[in-house]
């Protein structure tokens, strides 16, 4: 009777045993972090203000809006265009590129791939990348960049300007060609 008894225990803990198996994918999925939660947005057209003047439109064909609490951000896959006004509310420069985001905790923009800047005085920034830092009120680049001005065309890597691109200065110039005007 023992011996019965000892078998139908150990039987039972052999059983026990193996129905107590987890399944891998159960398992990842608890160890998987929780996906952040996006919205997202078509035809987006946002207008920022200041003392009742319109300073900045931004139109995207798609907006993801992240509303995790601590990596608030806005991307734009599908691309950026952002037109700027001055005082007198007349566009002053158009921005434009194939990706962008906006850091809401960071207070920073980066915008990427075929980046174009042209202001309405017949300036233009072309590049891959560019940063502007809300905090500072600054933009900047260490990319190459192709800046076009009325007198020269000017090529180099990096750009560090403030936000209204009013001294622009290129980090490493690699080349400068003088446009020539036509006599008047």
């Given at each position: 009777?023992?011996k ?10 052999v ?16 160890e ?20 009742a ?23 734009f ?48 920034l ?15 680049t ?9 007198d ?33």
């Amino acid at each position: 009777m023992l011996k019965s008894s000892r078998i139908a225990i150990l039987i039972g803990l052999v059983g026990f045993l193996t129905a107590c198996v987890n399944d891998p994918e159960e398992i990842a999925l608890l160890e998987r972090p929780p996906t952040a939660q996006i919205e997202v947005a078509q035809g987006v057209r946002i207008i920022y203000s200041d003392s009742a003047k319109v300073r900045v439109i931004i139109e995207a064909p798609t907006m993801h809006n992240y509303v995790d609490p601590a990596k608030p951000k806005q991307e734009f896959p599908d691309g950026v265009l952002v037109t700027f006004f001055d005082e007198m509310q007349d566009t002053s420069s158009i921005l434009s590129a194939y990706w962008g985001q906006y850091d809401k905790r960071e207070n920073q923009v980066i915008v990427r791939d075929s980046v174009v800047w042209q202001s309405m005085d017949n300036r233009m920034l072309e590049t891959e990348e560019l940063i502007w830092e809300q905090r500072d009120e600054r933009i900047h680049t260490n990319k190459f960049v192709v800046v076009t001005q009325p007198d020269a065309i000017i090529h180099g890597y990096g750009l560090e300007a403030p936000q209204d691109f009013s001294r622009a200065r290129i980090k490493q110039v690699t080349g400068r060609v003088p446009i020539n005007q036509a006599p008047q």
